[in-house]
Nanobody, 122 residues
Framework: QVQLVESGGGLVQAGGSLKLSCAAS?????MAWFRQAPGKEREFVAAISWSGDNTNYADSVKGRFTISRDSAENTVYLQMNSLKPEDTAVYYC??????????????????WGQGTQVTASS
């Protein structure tokens, strides 16, 4: 069983930056970040392929967020710049045991982290 441990969340003023990290305890393929705001469904944020060559982003974060991975450390990162109040949510790391591509569908990910709170205040 793969475990995912997230870190790096916190409180920041609008326009600020945060970097999330997610360390996986075992072998994974594609990895991604999702987020869930109070009263809303969990939504896709960004994904990266097993090789790291391909990425996908939600339209709402394109140009502001960057996903990357360190395969040697089995860690994925999410650099978040120009944060907006609407980015406030619990951010979840996800990993797939089957798929290598940068998938956007939540159902394709088998393992999930415990979540880390990101708050961007106005």
């Amino acid at each position: 069983q793969v475990q995912l441990v997230e870190s790096g969340g916190g409180l920041v003023q609008a326009g600020g930056s945060l970097k999330l990290s997610c360390a996986a305890s075992g072998c994974t393929y594609a990895m991604a970040w999702f987020r869930q705001a109070p009263g809303k469904e969990r939504e896709f944020v960004a994904a990266i392929s097993w090789s790291g060559d391909n990425t996908n982003y939600a339209d709402s974060v394109k140009g502001r967020f960057t996903i990357s991975r360190d395969s040697a450390e089995n860690t994925v990162y999410l650099q978040m710049n120009s944060l907006k109040p609407e980015d406030t949510a619990v951010y979840y790391c996800a990993a797939s045991r089957n798929y290598q591509g940068a998938n956007t569908h939540r159902s394709l990910y088998n393992y999930w982290g415990q979540g880390t709170q990101v708050t961007a205040s106005s």
